[in-house]
C-alpha cells in the first residue's frame, strides 16, 4: 500500500467510527462472550491494521476479547462484570519506549533541573562544601547544556572556582564526562595524555585541558562504585513509567539504573514475585563505547553470560538480541563531513568511530553465525556506513532479512544507504535528542545539518518499520515530549528545525510507539494494539491526541494505565 492510500485509509477508519466490526468474540452457540471488565463510550484507537477507532473493548482474564461500539460492548456484560463509562475519554494501546536505559540519570548531584551555569555551579559549590576531603563527586546523567542558558558546557576552570579540591566528574548524557582539575590531575589527565582510540580528550582553542572527556576517553576515569540497586529500584522506575501511559520498553544494552546483569537479574526476580507492571524486551550489550569489547571471543563470553538466551523468556521480560555500537552521540557522531565551528577543529573532525569497521564487521558475521539478532547505535553517515559493511557481510554469510535486525537512532543518513537498508530489511529505532539538544547540534553540525537530524517523516515514507522513543535518561522519558516534536520538530529552546520533516499523520506517530514497536520485538501478535486475544495493555489520556491543538501535547499526561486488564496507574484528577 502507497502512504497515500495508507493515509486514505486512516481517514476512511476515522470516518467510520465504531463501526462495531472489531473482533467481537462468540461462544459456538453465538452468545458473546461474558466480560470481566467492559468499557464504554470512549474514543478508542485500536492500531489494528486500519486504525479503526471503537467506542469501547471488553476484557477478559487479562485479555482484549472484543473492541466495538457500546451497544455491542455491553452484550459482554454479564452479572460479575465491571462496567466503566469513559465519558469520551481518549484511550489508545499501552504506550511503548522503543530505547530506554532508565529514568533518572543515577545517582550523584542532580542537573536536571539547572537553567543555567550559574545554578549547575551552585548545585556544585553545595556539594564541594558538604564533601569529605578527597571524595569525588559525581554528577547524575540526564542533563544536557542545551538547557542551559548559556547553552555550552561548564569548563575545567569554571568547575575549579565552586569545587577547588574535591576531584569533581559531572557525567552528561551517555558519551561525555566533564572534569574540574583536581579530577584532572587524580587520573593524570594532562595536555601530553594521548585521546585512546575512539575518544577525545577535549582542548580549548589555546591547547589547554577543557575538562571534557569524550566516548572512550571516559574510561581514563574509575567513577567511585554506586551502591547496587535493589528492587525497589526496579519497581520505582516501572511505576514512573506507567505514570507517563508506558507499558512496554526495549533496554538497549544498558540499564542506567545499574550494571547489566545485577540489574537484569533484579528484572527476572520482580517477575518470578509477579510484582512487573512494565514489560521489558532486554538486548544484551557488546561493542560499544567506553567497553573494551573488539572482537567476537569476548563479545562471546560475554554473551554466555547472560541468564536469557534470544527469544527466550516471556510476555513481561523477553531476551530481545545483541546490541552494539559504532559511534559516539551529541559531539561523536561519526560523519562523512566535518563538524563545523569550535567543534570542526578546522574542518578535521568527523565525529568518534568507536569500533573500527574491520571489527565491528567481525563482531557482527560471528553474532549472525551463532543465530543473534543485533541492533547497532549509529549517529552519523559515516557511522551507518560502517554498519551497512558489517551487516551486508553478516547477510552474505546468512540472510538477515525478516529477522528485525535495526539500527538505533539514526541522526543523519543518505540517500544512497536507503536502499541498501531497505534491501536487508532493517527496522528503524528513532528518538527525540533534536527536541533536548538542538542547540547543541547546530553548533557542532551548522543549522542545514542540524535542522534535518532524524528525518522521521522521510524514513516512513521510505517504508521502513518506525519505532519511537526517547533514550531517556538521555532525553525526558516523556513519550507526549516525543510524539510533539516528530509532529511539530519544535525544540525545548531554538524554535523549529527541519520543517520539511514534519510528520502529518498523528497515527503514524501512534502507531510508532504502539504496533510498530511489538512487531519491532516480534510480539504483534500478542500486544501493541486493542484487538480480541491481545493483552489488555491501555492508557486513558487526558486529551484526545489526534486532534487537540498541538501546543497543549506536552502538557499531555496519563489519567489511567492498565497492563493485563489490570489498573497500574491513576492520575489523582481522573475519577
Ligand atoms: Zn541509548
Known amino acids: 500500500m502507497t502512504a497515500r492510500r495508507l493515509r486514505f485509509a486512516h481517514r476512511t477508519a476515522l470516518a467510520l467510527l465504531a463501526s462495531a466490526a472489531v473482533g467481537t468474540f462468540h461462544t459456538s452457540d453465538g452468545m458473546a462472550q461474558t466480560a470481566d471488565l467492559v468499557f464504554v463510550n470512549g474514543k478508542v484507537f485500536t492500531a489494528d491494521a486500519r486504525s479503526s477507532l471503537a467506542e469501547g473493548f471488553a476484557i477478559k482474564d487479562g485479555r482484549f476479547i472484543a473492541a466495538g461500539s457500546s451497544a455491542a460492548m455491553r452484550g459482554h456484560v454479564g452479572a460479575a462484570t465491571k462496567v466503566v463509562d469513559l465519558a469520551g475519554r481518549f484511550v489508545a494501546p499501552g504506550l511503548a519506549d522503543g530505547h530506554l536505559h532508565g529514568v533518572s540519570g543515577g545517582p550523584g548531584i542532580d542537573l536536571a533541573n539547572a537553567r543555567s551555569l550559574d545554578e549547575l555551579f551552585a548545585v556544585v559549590g553545595r556539594a564541594a562544601k558538604d564533601a569529605q576531603p578527597g571524595a569525588v563527586i559525581v554528577s547524575n546523567s540526564d542533563w544536557h547544556e542545551a538547557q542551559l542558558k548559556e547553552k555550552r558546557l561548564p569548563t575545567a576552570r569554571e568547575l575549579d572556582q565552586y569545587a577547588p579540591v574535591n576531584p569533581v566528574v559531572l557525567v552528561r548524557g551517555g558519551h561525555e564526562y566533564v572534569l ?8 593524570g589527565v594532562t595536555k601530553q595524555t594521548q585521546s585512546p582510540a575512539g575518544g577525545e580528550i577535549g582542548k580549548d582553542e589555546a591547547g589547554e585541558l577543557n575538562g571534557e572527556l569524550v566516548d572512550n576517553a571516559r574510561s581514563l576515569v574509575t567513577l567511585p562504585s554506586q551502591r547496587a540497586p535493589t528492587l525497589d529500584n526496579v519497581l520505582a522506575t516501572q511505576r514512573t513509567l506507567n505514570g507517563y501511559g508506558i507499558t512496554s520498553v526495549r533496554v538497549p544494552g544498558s540499564f542506567r539504573l545499574g550494571e547489566f546483569f545485577h540489574t537484569l537479574d533484579l528484572v527476572l526476580e520482580a517477575r518470578k514475585r509477579d510484582l512487573l507492571t512494565l514489560r ?8 560499544r563505547a567506553g567497553t573494551r569489547l573488539r572482537d567476537p571471543a569476548s563479545v562471546r563470553e560475554l554473551l554466555a553470560r547472560s541468564p536469557l538466551k534470544q527469544d527466550e523468556g516471556d510476555e513481561w521480560v523477553r531476551l530481545g538480541g545483541v546490541k552494539l555500537g559504532v559511534d559516539g552521540g551529541f559531539e561523536g ?7 563545523v565551528g569550535a567543534m570542526g577543529r578546522g574542518g578535521t573532525y568527523y565525529g568518534i568511530n568507536t569500533v573500527p569497521a574491520a571489527d565491528f564487521t567481525a563482531i557482527t558475521r560471528a ?3 551463532d543465530g543473534w539478532r543485533v541492533t547497532t547505535h549509529a549517529v552519523g553517515d559515516a557511522a551507518l556506513d560502517v554498519v551497512l559493511g558489517g551487516y551486508e557481510a553478516a547477510n552474505a554469510d546468512r540472510s538477515i532479512a525478516g529477522r528485525r535486525w535495526a ?13 541498501r537498508l531497505k534491501k536487508l530489511d532493517i527496522a528503524l529505532s528513532v528518538q527525540n535528542h533534536l527536541y533536548l539538544a538542538a542547540p547543541s547540534l547546530k553548533k557542532y553540525l551548522g543549522i542545514e545539518r542540524a535542522s534535518q537530524i532524524t528525518p522521521v517523516k522521510t524514513y516512513l515514507e521510505q517504508g521502513f518499520l518506525v519505532v519511537g522513543g526517547t533514550d531517556s535518561p538521555v532525553v525526558p522519558v516523556n513519550p507526549f515530549w516525543q510524539f510533539y516534536h516528530f509532529l511539530t520538530r519544535d525544540t525545548i529552546t531554538d524554535g523549529i528545525y527541519g520543517e520539511n520533516e514534519r510528520v502529518t499523520s498523528r497515527i503514524d506517530l501512534l502507531r510508532m510507539i504502539t504496533i510498530n514497536y511489538a512487531r519491532l520485538t516480534g510480539e504483534a501478535d500478542i500486544k501493541g494494539s486493542i484487538e480480541a486475544g491481545k493483552l489488555a495493555d491501555f492508557v486513558v489520556l487526558s486529551d484526545d491526541i489526534l486532534s487537540v491543538a498541538e501546543r497543549a501535547i506536552p502538557q499531555m499526561k496519563a489519567l489511567a494505565t492498565y497492563v493485563a486488564g489490570k489498573e497500574v496507574y491513576r492520575d489523582p484528577s481522573y475519577q
Not at 333 to 339: A, R
Open 280 to 287: 521489558f524486551n532486554v538486548n544484551l550489550p557488546a561493542a
Open 180 to 187: 574540574n582539575s583536581a579530577a584532572l590531575a587524580r587520573w
Open 407 to 419: 539500527i538505533e537512532h539514526l541522526f543523519v543518513s543518505r540517500p544512497d544507504q536507503i536502499a
Open 367 to 369: 553474532l549472525n553465525q
Open 333 to 339: 557522531g561519526f560523519m562523512t563531513q566535518p563538524f
